[in-house]
Nanobody, 119 residues
């Protein structure tokens, strides 16, 4: 059974940091491109960061460049999102996504974790 379970969300003050984790099971984690997305009410889900299945290639949305860092541990089947210098506009539900590097239509989503940046 495929599972992606996010954790690490919560309430943080502006300028603070959070580290999100997404634990995977039920598929060959190392063969999947891992991404973080976020969504706020009334808006489409947007890509935050992506990390390749092989090597360390990453890609970030302009809004988070220099503040967020995506990483993965293939041995632990976990992807992380380190979020620093958080802003109120970073408030959203954050989702992780796994996408097969060869069969791009083969993808899985987690259930999401809420991040709220507020004083």
């Amino acid at each position: 059974q495929v599972q992606l379970v996010e954790s690490g969300g919560g309430l943080v003050q502006p300028g603070g940091s959070l580290r999100l984790s997404c634990a995977a099971s039920g598929f060959t984690f190392s063969a999947y491109i891992m991404s973080w997305y976020r969504q706020t009410p009334g808006k489409e889900r947007e890509l935050v960061a992506t990390m390749a299945s092989v090597g360390s290639s990453t890609n970030y949305a302009d809004a988070v460049k220099g503040r967020f860092t995506i990483s993965r541990d293939n041995a632990k089947k976990t992807v992380y999102l380190q979020m620093n210098s958080l802003k109120p506009e970073d408030t959203a539900v954050y989702y992780c996504k796994a996408q097969n590097m060869l069969i791009r239509t083969n993808e899985y989503w987690g259930q999401g974790t809420q991040v709220t940046v507020s004083s």
